[in-house]
């Protein structure tokens, strides 16, 4: 378990930092432009991030005995579509003064998408003069998420399941800037159908369900203004060295389970409602120093930007899953699909008594 906690957030922190000199790139097109380019650019990984969290909570729809507990360990896979991989530029409605150097190469690389530069855009001064270009960023070309879960659960109530996850917040040393995350999320099984007669009768189990979870993290920026000079544009944080990238995602998801035990086969699904909310913050204050050319003569001009990245994703859909769960012996091995803002794949085993 503690080799799946820390692989969750290895890899959520290489995320945190491979966003982080991207973003800050954004910001040599100002407030309002870089965070449309932000929202085109990190919005598959933020809604993947929201369906894996709400992946893996159940494998069947009953409840354990009072006491009984189970430890389970899942993956889940979350399945990119081909349309998310990349984002169009002109879609975004920049400013005037960006254009696309290549007007037939618009669509560029989302973070999910292929590893290759993407489209220049270049900067004009009000005379429509060419002041300084930047291309796109590549993208991990990787659309498929990976978002590995532990979780336990214990029967404290009647038909009635607590599950819980829970990562302390971790620190880590990136280069001297200081990483951190943390999560912890809930969830609630309750085996409604033993408490009404006619239903009860029914060869099948069912349980209604709900969750909750939330993970937040945070990177501090060391900013060396040599790696954002582009032209006649670059990025510097002036005076100030407390500048921060954070993540926080929220999800819930609510429903209902059905299951069917056949002999060590227990066939399962679950309808209901998925909700995430992402929220991207570049915290701090950052100086765009831009050389313009006035008369034959360059003079640089400032722009301070406060806090200038405030982004927020969410995602609410009818939910849908369907698996099978193989019980051998003292622990199990499950697998199921699920449907919600993307296609996902989630197996793991778990292991416990009811």
């Known amino acids: 378990m ?23 790139e954004f910001l040599k097109v100002g407030k309002t432009d870089a965070n449309k380019l932000v929202r085109a650019y990190l919005n598959p990984y ?8 709400n992946n893996g909570w159940y494998n069947s729809a009953v409840t354990h005995k009072l006491f009984g507990f189970d430890l389970s360990v899942s993956v889940s896979a979350i399945q990119i579509p081909k349309e998310a991989t990349t984002f169009d530029i002109n879609a975004l409605n920049l400013s005037s003064n960006l254009v696309v150097e290549n007007p037939a190469n618009h669509i560029a690389p989302t973070v999910a998408g292929a590893d290759v530069e993407g489209p220049r855009i270049v900067m004009n001064d009000p005379k429509g003069v060419k002041i300084s270009s930047f291309s796109t960023p590549n993208g991990l070309d990787m659309d498929i998420v990976p978002v590995p879960m532990a ?34 999320g809930v969830g609630v099984k309750h085996n409604f159908k033993e408490w009404i007669p006619f239903i009860k009768a029914l060869p099948f189990d069912a349980s209604i369900f709900g969750s909750y979870s939330q993970i937040a993290a945070q990177s501090e920026i060391s900013l060396d203004p040599n790696d954002f000079s582009d032209g006649n544009v670059r990025v510097t944080f002036g005076t100030d060295t407390n500048q921060l990238l954070k993540f926080n995602t929220k999800t819930s998801k609510y429903g209902l389970i059905l299951s069917k035990k056949i002999g060590i086969l227990t066939v399962f699904g679950g309808i209901g409602q998925s909700n995430s909310e992402t929220t991207i913050d570049l915290l701090g204050k950052y100086v765009i ?14 722009d301070n930007l406060d806090d200038p990245i405030d982004v927020t994703f969410e995602s609410t859909n009818i939910c849908m899953d369907a698996g099978l769960r193989l019980k051998l012996a003292f622990f199990s091995l499950y697998g199921s699909i699920n449907k919600a803002e993307y296609t996902s794949y989630n197996a793991g085993i778990s292991l416990g008594f009811r």
């Not at 933020?46 to 969290?53: E, Q, T, Y």
């Not at 040393?173 to 912890?184: H, P, Q, R, T």
């Open 2 to 24: 503690k080799k799946m906690i820390l692989l969750f957030c290895a890899g959520f922190l290489c995320l945190t930092a491979f966003s982080q000199s991207n973003v800050v």
């Open 151 to 184: 979780q336990i659960g214990f029967g404290l109530l009647p038909h009635t399941d607590i599950i819980g996850r829970f990562v302390p917040e971790m620190k880590y040393d990136n280069d001297g800037d200081e990483m951190k995350i943390g999560f912890w």
């Open 289 to 302: 120093e831009t050389t313009w050319n006035v008369g034959g003569t360059n003079v640089v001009t400032k």
């Open 46 to 53: 933020a809604l993947a991030l929201g369906d894996g969290l």
